[in-house]
């Protein structure tokens, strides 16, 4: 088997509005569906949740606060998932919740780490 890294970028929004049931009920989908996953036995790692905030650097030294000032989604997080091919990691990032909420998973092979 393969690693894939799935990414998750959702739509950057004000999350001081929603209220504690509806985040309960969010965290509760994203629970589920990474279980999901768990139960498979396909978890390989699950990565830290990221800051909105950030900085980038861009070739001959150009910084701009980011990390993506051009687009109206952000990277959450991150898990890596193990895998046949990256068609079977795709099966994995379905029902993610970040989907829901008008974002994307995007799948990544990583090099060099089979099972």
């Known amino acids: 088997m393969k ?3 799935l990414l998750f970028r959702q739509p950057s929004y004000d999350f001081s509005n929603v209220s504690s049931e ?3 009920a969010l965290s509760k989908k994203w629970k589920e569906w990474m279980d999901g996953i768990t139960a ?3 978890l390989v790692s699950e990565g830290p949740r990221l800051a909105a905030e950030g900085k980038v650097l861009n070739s001959g030294g150009v910084i701009t606060d980011g990390p993506f ?3 109206k989604e952000q990277l959450g997080s991150f898990i890596i998932v193990k895998a046949e091919n990256i ?3 795709t099966t ?3 029902g993610c919740p970040a989907i829901d ?3 994307s998973v995007e799948i990544r092979p990583i090099y060099g780490r089979q099972y």
Request: proline share 0%.
């Open 3 to 5: 690693e894939f890294m």
């Open 22 to 24: 509806e985040m309960r």
């Open 40 to 42: 498979q036995e396909r």
């Open 69 to 71: 000032v051009e687009i």
């Open 87 to 89: 068609d079977e990691a």
């Open 92 to 94: 994995l990032a379905h």
């Open 101 to 103: 909420e008008g974002g």
